[in-house]
Nanobody
Framework: QVHLVESGGGLVQAGGSLTLSCAASGTIVRINAMGWYRQTPGEQQRELVARFYITHNRTINHESVKGRFTISRDNAKNTWNLEMNNLKPEDTAIYIC???????????????WGQGTQVTVTP
């Protein structure tokens, strides 16, 4: 079993910055990808914010956060951050960290999700 725990959410004024952190623990053979999604009230779909694919050394970002949000990671500690700059009210959401994790063999993996942390950006 793998557990993801987020931290760092909060309230910030537009134009401000926040850094979210996610820590993975459990039976981890390899983390293949890690990232962040967000969900707003009333929306059933989670929206991809940013996801880094370790095996491809490639990051995919939502168009609306390009140039403002950055993923960084510490592979040795199984932690990763989402640095969010120049925040906008439309960034308000619950941010959920995720990871594609191999727990028994590198040939099989599945996504694990955290509980989410609230980010609120005021005008």
């Amino acid at each position: 079993q793998v557990h993801l725990v987020e931290s760092g959410g909060g309230l910030v004024q537009a134009g401000g910055s926040l850094t979210l952190s996610c820590a993975a623990s459990g039976t981890i053979v390899r983390i293949n990808a890690m990232g962040w999604y967000r969900q707003t009230p009333g929306e059933q779909q989670r929206e991809l914010v940013a996801r880094f694919y370790i095996t491809h050394n490639r990051t995919i970002n939502h168009e609306s956060v390009k140039g403002r949000f950055t993923i960084s990671r510490d592979n040795a500690k199984n932690t990763w951050n989402l640095e969010m700059n120049n925040l906008k009210p439309e960034d308000t959401a619950i941010y959920i960290c995720c990871a594609d994790v191999s727990t028994e063999t590198i040939y099989r993996s599945m996504d694990y999700w955290g509980q989410g942390t609230q980010v609120t950006v005021t005008p």
